[in-house]
Structure formats: C-alpha cells, structure tokens
C-alpha cells in the first residue's frame, strides 16, 4: 500500500496545499501573540538580555572598597531581577567619554534576596582602573544602571563537586564566598564550606560581621583569617599565606575535597603552585575568572620585540574601520578605545561571548586565559578580550548584543 501511494503521488498533487497555506499566512496577524509557553517564560526571566536597574544603596566597606545595592527600575523595562545560583556575576554597561566599556562584577548578595528584588555588587577601586574610578564617582542612590542577567561557572555543582569545598578568598575576593555562604545558610546550597579568607590585617577584613553571623548560624560554614601583614598573633586567625600546608590542615583527611579559588592575580600565581604540592585532582580545583588582564609583558612566556603600537583593520557587521593602539592593551580594549563597540562579558576569555575570527597577524594570550577550543585554533578564532596584539591584525568581530 505504502509503495502505491508513492507510486501514485505526483508534485502537482501539492500544489493545492501550498496555496491553503500560504492563504493562511497572508491572514494571519503579523504580531506574535503575547501567549508563551511555561519553558519560554522562564527561560525569558532567568536570561534577559539586559536588566535596567538603578542604585538603592551605597555602603562604605573601606576606604577604596564600596557595595552597591541595586533594584528593578519598572520605568526603563525591567519590573523584577533574574534569579541566580550563588558565584554568578553581573556584566555592567557604561559608556565613558563616548567610550562603551564592560566590566564583570560577582553578586555579592544572597540568591534569595533576588527574588525579594535586589542585587549587591561590592566593587573595589583598581588603581589606575577606568571603570572602578567612574562607578566610584558617579553611582550615587538614584543612579541608573544597566547590567546583563547573571552568567558565570563559579558555583557549586553537586554532580562534580565534592561535599566539602576549601574556599580560598583574597581581599575583595570574598564576594563570590559570601553569596555562596548565605545560600548555604538559606537551605539553597548544599556543601560543607571551609573559607580561608586572606586579607593584609584584621582592619582589612570585608564582611567581618556578616561572615560571623553566618559561622554562628550555619555549622556547614567556618572561617578562617589568614592575614598576611598582621604583626601581632590574634586569637582564632592564622598569619601569613595560603600555602599548601594551611590548606592541608584545613582539609578533610583521606576524603576528596574540592577547592574554590578568588581573588587577585597575584594571589592565583601563588596559590596555583602550592595545590600542585597536593596533588588534587584538576576537577576539583576551581578558579573564579581574573577579570581584565592587564600587562602581557610580565608573563615568562611573553614574546620579545613586540611593536609598542599597532594598527587593526576592525570589522562589524560589514563595516570596516582602521584602528591604532598600544600592544599592552587586549585587542578589546583597543577596540573600545577606538570607540567601538564589541560584544564582552567576564572579560577574562571564559564565556566566549567575544569570540572573533582573526584573519591576518599574531596575538599573546596568556596561559591561564587560555579557554578555546581546538575547533577555535584550526579557524584562527580568538577571544578579543584575553588577547594581545604581537603584530598589525585583521579581524571580523561580532556586533555589541
């Protein structure tokens, strides 16, 4: 029967077909209905393309140290803020001096306080740092905000993660690990946390209080201080570095363990070379993004006889620009100060959102950047953002989304 009907059927036969359906798309309503379904609503609450916010609150935490509460701000759009797991970031989106600029900055606040409509974004000021400075002079209570849904792989995951975690924090590092101590605290996570905290002295210390309250409220949470410049022995705390041999007496014995690290450059160059001593397995190590890399030429592996300035033939949805700029800078931030606009996101080569096809020249990307696929290698992909211009370059780069 089936053979038959092949047989039988001829192309003309589809003809009246074509013509009911396309009478039925010249009457149908060229604007989609406002029904969705339950997958698509949530997708569309948990990954916004932007949220627009504005600030509620400005908290002093240190003299070069400030947290930022923000809330939904109805009047631009955004009426309540995407849910988060613990140890994601937010993307801000300023423009300064007709420069569009990106930074990524770790949700501070607990997941829960997302859904009661705010988000806390603590941000130290970066010597030298362009949008630190800005976001210090110029976001007051009133301000507006414009910022990505949370994203980020900084977060704890059951099914690789091991029950006990050693969370290592330096400095303003410790933002991500209080998020993470709070949902523990709230019922939303389920590990044992062990936090090393690194700060230079007990005056140093962000979230002191906050961390103590949480100890006291949550036996899955214990602190630990580890001030590296304090001078006299304080009771409870440890002094110096996180070395292997602090991080083993930490640890659970003959038990697997995971370890979350945080924290300034400086402070992953070191610790990285002491977990080797410990020999746990790679998995188990976890490392929050470095933010914006600066200084390619402090790196071993860095290149000698690099131009100082370059020239890249820059293009964006068909586009063609001729831009210069210093060798020391990403091919991001040349871009940007060139007055460009460029997809990014974390800024540190992670999350791909940058991801470019580099037609002519060389770039440096620093080792522990290094986050491409093969796939990226073999058709000469790069992520602007983590990469350093050796040479003159071309490159096709996506638009800003």
């Known amino acids: ?29 060229s604007v989609l209905s ?22 509620a609150e400005v908290k002093d935490m240190a003299s070069d140290c400030k947290s930022f509460t923000l809330v939904p701000d109805p009047e631009r759009g955004t009426k309540e803020l995407a849910y988060f797991g613990a140890g994601k970031y937010l993307t801000v989106f300023e423009t300064i001096n007709g420069m569009p600029v990106t930074r990524a900055y770790s949700i501070s606040s607990s997941p829960k306080d997302s859904l009661e409509g705010k988000y806390v974004l603590t941000i130290k000021l970066v010597d030298g740092g362009l949008v630190s400075r800005y976001i210090f002079d110029t976001w007051t209570v009133g301000t507006n905000v414009e910022v990505s849904a949370p994203a980020g792989n900084f977060e704890y995951q059951p099914l690789r993660d091991a029950k006990k975690v050693i969370c290592l924090a330096g400095g303003s590092g410790i933002t991500p690990f209080l998020s993470m101590a709070n949902a523990i605290a709230d019922g939303d996570e389920d590990f044992e946390m062990t936090l090393l905290y690194g700060s230079r002295n007990q005056d140093s210390i962000l979230f002191r209080e906050e961390l103590e309250e949480l100890e006291k409220k949550c036996d899955k949470i214990k602190v630990v201080h580890v001030l590296s410049d304090e001078k006299k022995k304080i009771k409870g705390t440890e002094k110096g570095f996180i070395t292997a041999e602090l991080i083993k007496k930490y640890a659970p014995e003959n ?92 800024r540190s080569g992670e999350c791909g959102f940058c991801h470019s096809h580099l037609i002519s020249g060389e770039v440096y990307v620093p080792k522990h950047l290094e986050y491409r696929r093969l796939a990226d290698y073999q058709f000469g992909c790069i992520h602007p953002c983590c990469s350093f211009p050796l040479t003159d370059l071309e490159i096709n780069v996506p638009p800003a989304k």
């Open 1 to 29: 029967m089936a053979g038959m009907l092949k047989k039988d059927l001829k192309a003309l036969d589809f003809i009246p077909l074509l013509k009911n359906r396309q009478s039925r798309f010249d009457s149908a309503s």
């Open 34 to 55: 406002p029904i969705e379904d339950n997958a698509t609503a949530i997708a569309r609450a948990l990954h916004p393309k932007r949220q627009y916010l504005k600030v």
């Open 255 to 346: 038990e697997a363990y995971s370890v979350f690290l945080c924290g300034p450059q400086q402070m992953y160059e070191f610790v990285d070379k002491e977990l080797e001593k410990l020999g746990i397995a790679k998995k188990y190590i976890r490392h929050e993004m470095f933010g914006e890399f600066h200084n390619p030429a402090s790196q071993p592996d860095y290149p000698a006889d690099v131009p100082e300035r370059v020239k890249i033939t820059v293009t964006i949805q068909d586009k063609t620009y001729i831009i210069f700029g210093s060798s020391s800078d990403s091919v991001m931030q040349i871009i940007e100060k060139n007055g460009l606009s460029a997809p990014a996101r974390c």
